[in-house]
């Protein structure tokens, strides 16, 4: 699938088969998120794949809208340190950002179904994940393949605004 495809194809998806994601496929997407661009080429990122199903299951309760990770075949929690000041902070979150779209666009090309979701407990988090306490972790995203009859292709009737609407040249 080549990019454009890839972008149009790529939405979350909540729901995913019971398969198991192949390890082809994974080191796939956790190498496009290695790959990702950073600020300064800082890297901020650390991986922790969970597929363990009842580690999901308690890394599911970080965050109210991340029960996608239960039915997933793994979840991405997405490591970093914790920023030292407002220049890190957005830093940080704005590399995490770029892991994360890099990892679902690689995950989409290959026929893997994610969906992404922030958390808001930091500390359970920590414990569900054994991260060192310099450390948080912001971001999950859960991976697995499509449930019967959902497939990844393009979407034609997206709900986006339109390109006139979003783009201005040279000035708003």
């Known amino acids: 699938m080549d990019t454009a495809t890839a972008l149009q194809a790529r939405r979350d998806v909540r729901d995913f088969s019971s398969r198991p994601l192949s390890e082809e496929h994974l080191h796939v997407i956790l ?3 290695r790959a990702a661009p950073s600020s300064q080429n800082w890297q901020p ?11 999901r299951e308690e890394l599911a309760k970080v965050w109210r809208g991340a029960e996608h990770v239960v039915r997933a075949a793994a979840a991405v929690a997405l490591v970093a340190p914790l920023p030292t000041d407002a220049r890190q902070h957005d830093r940080v979150h704005y590399d995490l950002g770029q892991a994360t779209m890099c990892m679902m666009l690689a995950a989409t090309d290959v026929g893997v179904a994610s969906a992404h979701s922030g958390v808001a407990d930091y500390d359970l988090a920590r414990e569900v994940l054994g991260h060192p306490v310099d450390h948080f972790c912001p971001y999950l995203i859960s991976f697995g393949y499509p449930p019967e009859g959902v497939t990844l292709a393009p979407v034609r009737r997206r709900a986006r605004r339109s390109y006139d609407d979003v783009v201005h040249l040279d000035h708003w």
């Open 31 to 33: 190498e496009a998120g």
């Open 45 to 55: 990122w650390n991986f922790v794949v969970v597929i363990e199903q009842s580690r």
